[in-house]
């Protein structure tokens, strides 16, 4: 069964640390992204990924940076966490040929 | 660039009954078009897409959409929907190359009995 794993389900962190969350594909797929979802907003794309050391920015990149070093996985670091980075934070990998989105089970980020 | 409008966030139905969840698009380049279905504490599901061919198209759980080029929607459908059915329906489209997905802001379906 495909998977898409994010380490943590829930996070508490402060405002002002520095914050890794981690993802993890195990499909080989070329595309990986970070999105961002909010209440009435849906989800918006943080940044992509469509190989290895290769990124792009998406509509919302601002407070945020990503790190792919392997093709299995993509990290999203937020340099300096604000209370406005607070969201569900949900990794996806696929695209790039296979039209089908495969994502994680989320992470629920809260900035205190 | 693209866009994606849900028309409604909530759409509260009862057990059994037919359901219509709206989906508009805005593009100025051809796109492939989706429903993903958000269960409770999940990540997102493909229900169904349309890439080319018959503008009707089937999905998984008895859920069905039509694309009509010329008002640029993608309505989702089912005749008769179930309590396991309550969940949260985002409507995407993405560039011809799978490269670039765009979400619309979801629907919450919720089914009472």
């Not at chain 1, 993802?23 to 999105?35: A, G, I, K, S």
């Not at chain 2, 409604?8 to 508009?24: H, I, M, T, W």
């Not at chain 2, 380049?29 to 897409?49: A, T």
């Not at chain 2, 503008?55 to 005749?79: C, D, M, W, Y």
């Amino acid at each position: 069964d495909v998977k898409v794993t994010q380490s943590s389900r829930y996070l508490v962190k402060r405002t002002g640390e520095k914050v890794f969350l981690e993802c993890v594909q195990d499909m080989d797929h070329e595309n990986m992204f970070w999105y961002r979802q909010d209440p009435g907003l849906g989800l918006r794309l943080i940044y992509f990924s469509y190989d290895v050391k290769m990124k792009e920015k998406g509509d919302i990149p601002e407070g945020y940076s990503v790190s792919r070093e392997k093709k299995e996985r993509f990290s999203l670091i937020l340099e300096s966490a604000s209370t406005n980075q607070t969201s569900m934070y949900l990794c996806a990998s696929g695209g790039g040929g296979n039209e089908k989105l495969f994502f994680g089970s989320g992470t629920q980020l809260s900035v205190l | 660039a693209q866009s994606v409008t849900q028309l409604d966030s909530q759409v509260p139905v009862f057990e059994e009954a037919p359901v219509e969840l709206r989906c508009n698009y805005s593009s100025s380049v051809s796109v492939y078009l989706f429903w993903y279905v958000q269960y409770p504490n999940q990540g997102l599901q493909l229900l169904l897409k349309y890439l080319s061919g018959s503008t009707l198209v089937k999905g998984i759980n008895g859920f069905e959409a039509e694309f009509n080029k010329s008002q640029t929607s993608f309505h989702l459908r089912k005749p008769s929907v179930h309590i396991s059915d309550t969940a949260e329906y985002f409507c995407a489209v993405s560039d011809l190359n799978f490269n670039k997905f765009y979400f619309g802001s979801g629907t919450k379906l919720n089914v009472k009995p």
